[in-house]
């Protein structure tokens, strides 16, 4: 490794560290005393009463995030300000799960970039000095993202009871993350086949993974119905706001169909929302650097991405490839399948008209254009290492000389983790080797007892076994 390369890997933590210290220092300097609008006066409202039936919040009541607000107001004593600080608390905490899930695939320079573009993105930095739940909701996203891609790499019931527990903390936080859960119904798929192949038992495994999975959610569920007094009283609030939220006043596709032909929300909704006001703030610098910069990363990992002719992967069937990436998939490709998910449902079922409903994609966003970035090729030599290698492969096309021959330097294999058919075939190698071994010394042993079993030439006339043997004489004639 050269001396800049581990100077940068030095150096890169630190500066992360450095960098998030100042953004919340920054942060907690310029925190608003005032709510801007009626859902961030009922999270007010909630920290002295909490009554989801007076809308202090609205239903789901978000438990964990007033919790938290509750808790902070101990130090902070100004009830906005309590929610703020909770946000930049938390924004600030998720820059480690960050900072891990790049490092997977990217250097530390290039997870660097990324931790500064999630903090300092400016529509999701808004809503880190408002006192709303987006904020803290895509706080702990993060975190539940790591410990669900570090899950599906291993599957260890110490992994994905982790990543169960951290789910359950972001629907007591922000419930409208929920499509994000489908990475669990992967986990859930994964750890079935595992067993299956394991020759486990199946069937109590899964048990165990649905009861973890509903416990963490009664944590928060069971509070609010306790809340509420009692369980009917609870489900019945729940059915009428979500009938209301779902096909009058949501704002969603049902309810605003005919004010808004479906192709004209898509495209408020990819271009206003997701790009123009969420990635961009509606800047048109910021969002002229981030298209040339997007346009180049995709142009260069293209390049690096294809795959030759006649390889291996190539000819390979779709299907077989499939199956390997859902059992092992890539952090890119696994990421936007996710957010993929959540952005049909806020595309579907969230207020077009509100665009704090696709911060969790902006993150996610930054993320998958770094690693685009990341993705290109390395750039070309300089002229004279380009000359010396031109050079060096024309000496290994030229014929061979009278003499010693020249020997062609072989091209360095890859390491690749042994596959399920390699480990079979070595143990059977193995064990054919033992077997022969074994056989080798049971014949070896054979010819000892027999050869130890027939008297020797000459022995029994000097043992007694016979008359002596008369010596012999010359005769004289």
């Known amino acids: 490794m050269h001396t800049g390369d581990m100077l940068a890997r030095k150096a890169s933590p630190i500066a992360a560290v450095c960098c998030v210290l100042l953004w919340a220092a920054y942060c907690w300097a310029h925190r608003s005393p005032f709510a801007a609008s009626w859902d961030e006066v009922d999270f007010v409202l909630a920290l002295d009463r909490f009554d989801l039936l007076a809308m202090q919040p609205h239903f789901p009541g978000y438990p964990y995030f007033v919790m938290g607000a509750m808790a902070m107001r101990r130090f902070v004593g100004d009830p906005v300000r309590a929610y703020e600080s909770l946000n930049i608390v938390l924004g600030a905490a998720a820059a480690f799960p960050i900072w891990r899930l790049s490092r997977r695939r990217l250097s530390p320079l290039w997870s660097l970039v990324v931790v500064l573009l999630v903090l300092t993105s400016p529509y999701l930095w808004l809503q880190s000095v408002r006192p ?8 702990v996203l993060w975190w539940y993202l790591w410990t669900w891609q570090r899950a599906m790499e291993r599957r260890s019931w110490e992994r994905m009871a982790l990543a169960l527990f951290l789910f359950g903390l972001l629907m007591g936080v922000r419930l409208s993350f929920a499509p994000f859960g489908l990475g669990l119904l992967w986990l859930f798929g994964l750890g079935a086949a595992d067993w299956r192949l394991a020759r486990k038992r199946v069937w109590p495994r899964l048990a165990l993974f649905v009861v973890l999975a509903g416990a963490f959610q009664l944590l928060w569920l069971g509070a609010l119905v306790l809340s509420e007094g009692n369980v009917r009283g609870f489900l019945k609030l729940a059915a009428a706001f979500t009938e209301g939220h779902f096909s009058q006043w949501g704002g969603g596709v049902a309810s605003a169909a005919d004010d808004m032909p479906f192709a004209e929300r898509a495209l408020r909704f990819a271009g206003d929302n997701v790009l123009w006001t969420g990635m961009f703030a509606r800047s048109t610098a910021l ?15 293209g390049a690096a991405l294809r795959s030759p002719r006649g390889s291996a992967s190539a000819g390979s069937r779709p299907a077989a490839r499939a199956a390997a990436w859902l059992r092992r998939p890539g952090l890119p490709v696994a990421l936007a399948a996710l957010a993929g998910a959540y952005g049909a449902w806020a595309l579907l079922a969230q207020n077009i008209d509100k665009p704090r409903h696709i911060t969790p994609l902006i993150g996610v966003m930054w993320l998958l254009l770094a690693l685009l970035c990341a993705a290109a090729p390395p750039a070309r030599p300089a002229a004279p290492l380009r000359r010396r290698a031109r050079r060096r492969r024309c000496c290994a096309a030229a014929p061979v000389r009278a003499g010693r021959p020249r020997r062609r330097r072989e091209p360095a294999r890859r390491a690749h983790p042994p596959r399920a058919a390699d480990r079979m075939r070595d143990d059977r190698r193995r064990r054919d080797r033992a077997a022969s071994r074994a056989g080798q010394r049971a014949r070896r042993a054979a010819g000892r007892r027999a050869a130890g079993g027939l008297p020797a030439r000459g022995r029994a006339g000097r043992t007694g076994g016979g008359p002596p043997e008369q010596p012999f004489r010359r005769l004289h004639l």
């Not at 709303?132 to 706080?139: D, L, N, Q, R, T």
């Not at 969002?287 to 142009?299: D, E, H, T």
Request: aromatic residues 8%.
């Open 132 to 139: 709303m739940s987006e904020a803290a909701g895509i706080a």
């Open 287 to 301: 969002f002229a650097a981030a298209a040339g910069l997007l346009f180049a990363a995709v142009l260069s990992a």
